[in-house]
T-cell receptor, first 114, second 118 residues
Framework: GQQLNQSPQSMFIQEGEDVSMNCTSSSIFNTWLWYKQDPGEGPVLLIALYKAGELTSNGRLTAQFGITRKDSFLNISASIPSDVGIYFCAGHPPGGGSNYKLTFGKGTLLTVNP | GAVVSQHPSRVICKSGTSVKIECRSLDFQATTMFWYRQFPKKSLMLMATSNEGSKATYEQGVEKDKFLINHASLTLSTLTVTSAHPEDSSFYIC??????????????FGPGTRLTVL
């Protein structure tokens, strides 16, 4: 089946620094989604991308859908302590429809030192 | 919009008992809901896909008689862990699907249920 390679696995940064993480796939995706999960909570959708080349921002977060449709990155600018958590990329294969399962990356654990 | 609730948030039970977890989409109708299991520091593992009014589709290796899923309405799906054992202890998360701008579904997750089986 399809796999998503998400990197890095973990990051330790200082408050105020910018962060970048990415996901790559062995096959194309129609949709890329980025989620954040706080400890003991469910993932929260941060950004959804629908077109190759699309660049979307949500506050300090920016994500892009790669031109090849096989990758996506998420950037966080000027990190703050509440950015701590696990960030997951997820994607939808071509075909669409509500039954289509998401494929998840393994997550990036972000730690922000005040 | 797109709020999903889960109940209970935490449950502790004795081995051999059954536990029911509810997942509700509060402000939208979801024809499809998904149930995931997550182990500590791991990604989400899809257990089953639940469609309103039909039988759930289980992923390979997930016992359908062990994890009973009922999707009675467009806003409610339930997962029942039958005859729970300590190895069933985990974090269970549901999601509800809503059609996104690109035609594919966006999944919105519930807050999760921490199950501990003694």
């Amino acid at each position: 089946g399809q796999q998503l390679n998400q990197s890095p696995q973990s990051m330790f940064i200082q408050e105020g620094e910018d962060v970048s993480m990415n996901c790559t796939s062995s096959s194309i995706f129609n949709t890329w989604l980025w989620y954040k999960q706080d400890p003991g909570e469910g993932p929260v959708l941060l950004i959804a991308l629908y077109k190759a080349g699309e660049l979307t921002s949500n506050g300090r977060l920016t994500a892009q859908f790669g031109i090849t449709r096989k990758d996506s990155f998420l950037n966080i600018s000027a990190s703050i302590p509440s950015d701590v958590g696990i960030y997951f990329c997820a994607g939808h294969p071509p075909g669409g429809g509500s039954n289509y399962k998401l494929t998840f990356g393994k997550g990036t654990l972000l730690t922000v030192n005040p | 919009g797109a709020v999903v609730s889960q109940h209970p948030s935490r449950v502790i039970c004795k081995s051999g008992t059954s536990v029911k977890i509810e997942c509700r989409s509060l402000d939208f109708q979801a024809t499809t809901m998904f149930w995931y299991r997550q182990f500590p520091k791991k990604s989400l593992m899809l257990m089953a896909t639940s469609n309103e009014g039909s039988k759930a589709t289980y992923e390979q290796g997930v016992e359908k008689d062990k994890f009973l899923i009922n999707h009675a309405s467009l806003t409610l799906s339930t997962l029942t862990v039958t005859s729970a054992h300590p190895e069933d202890s985990s974090f269970y998360i549901c999601s509800a699907a809503r059609m996104g701008l690109g035609g594919d579904n966006e999944q919105f997750f519930g807050p999760g249920t921490r199950l501990t089986v003694l």
